[in-house]
Structure formats: structure tokens, C-alpha cells
């Protein structure tokens, strides 16, 4: 029996590398994605090596879950993210929704 693909919702803290294409004064930053996979470990190291493959530096993983667990714990899921959630799927990818850099204090 094969298991079906899922988009899970997946925070990935980055740090700094060269190339990596974030602000200069910029820390590292928290990337928003999307991410198929049988279950969340797949998932996860898909995004890891994606980011990799993009000079990102991934530090750490939080999982969210897949969009039915996201509803199921009565989170609002908006049209717009479930498009990105839906394209992650069609196309068997990483989306990066959003990328927030972090800046020293």
C-alpha cells in the first residue's frame, strides 16, 4: 500500500551563508513553507535539502502539521494559503510562503 502525499506546514529557522541572498545586516531568518511528504519527517528533509541546495543555512524545524490537522485545531486557513498549499502539492515541492529576516538588537 502506498501512502498519499501531504502538505505539511513547516517553519524553518535559518542562519547566515554566503550566497544566501538575505539582507546583509540580516542574522538569519524564520521561512514560512510548504512541503509534501508521506509524513512530516519526509517533509522536513526535503525542505532541509532544498534550502541547502539554495545556500540557505537551516538551523531548525518546527512542524505544524497538515492542513486537516491545522483545521482540526481550529486554526483559520485563508484562501491564499491553501492555493500554496495546494501548488506545493500539484507540483511536489517546497513553497516558501514567506521569509522574515532577523536583525540584531
Known sequence: MTRQQQVFTLLVEVG??????????????GLLCYATGV?????VRETVAVLKQA???????????TLDERLAAGQE?????RALM???LD???????????FYPE
Open 39 to 43: 509524513d512530516e519527517a519526509e517533509a
Open 55 to 65: 545556500d540557505m543555512a537551516p538551523l531548525d524545524v518546527t512542524g505544524y502539521g
Open 16 to 29: 547566515r551563508a554566503a550566497g544566501d541572498g538575505l539582507p546583509p545586516t540580516a542574522t538569519g531568518a
Open 86 to 88: 495546494g501548488r506545493a
Open 91 to 101: 507540483e511536489n515541492a517546497v513553497i516558501v510562503a514567506q521569509a522574515t529576516p
Open 77 to 81: 486557513i485563508d484562501e491564499e494559503e
